[in-house]
């Protein structure tokens, strides 16, 4: 099952769950129902920005469902105050906007690299868990080729690790520290985007659908954030983001690095000028 799959059904799961326990819960004539049925409906809205966008798009989502419904209860909070009871229901509800969009976000960002791993796939790397400089090469040859065909706009970030960081490491920790950076980078982008290690210090951080300035502003966070894990200097952490048009040239060359074997599909969209000046 691919994630694309696997995130619809967990939206399609969430929608049947929520939206059935409204049919089977208090009558609709019911006082404050509506607000109830939309702090309902909110959850769902909070699990598709976990599902699709991670930890970080799920906070997000659990911070402005919980704005809205403590809006939608100001009626009640007049009339009652602070009581007990609306106290709780703001509670509950405010905890399961949480579990759903944080912690549920924090899962999902790791089932999407799981359900590769069970698949049995070979575009996983074996050190860090994320995926390889194959499929790295592959994916970067898709996105140039979309932006040929249909002008989508499709960048990329290289996250390089300086080698001084790794001199005075034994393997094991040299091992430790590329899954330690591997997991920080996977919580720091959205779940739409993909990271790959490139096995040589560097890290791939794919972007789809984003343009240029989009990729500098990515690439800048995910370098102060991977330079602060570290705790290194500035200069041991680099970050260069790559798009189309600007660097299509500079793109091309790098999925012909990344993937010899692919070359001659490489060439198929990396082989004109029109890829490279369009």
Known sequence: MKYGRFETLMISLGAVVIFGSLLVGPPMNQAGFWQEALGQ???VVVLAAAVHWGRDGGSVAAFAATLSYVITRIPLLSEQGLSKNVLAMIATRVLIYTIVGILGGEIFGRVKYIIAQLEGSSTLDDITQVYNRRYCGQTLKNGLGQF??????FSVAVIGLAPGLFADLRPSRQRTLLR???GHIRNDIRLVDDVGYLGDGRFLVILP???GSGAAVASDRVRNGVRELLGAKDESVSATPLSV????AAMCDLARSLDPATEERVEDVCGSDE????
Do not use: K, L
């Not at 040929?148 to 706009?153: A, F, I």
């Open 180 to 182: 330690s950076v591997a």
């Open 245 to 248: 048009p600007e660097d299509a």
């Open 41 to 43: 409906a909110m959850i």
């Open 209 to 211: 659908q984003t343009p």
């Open 275 to 278: 890829t490279a000046t369009a």
């Open 148 to 153: 040929q065909r249909y002008q989508v706009p």
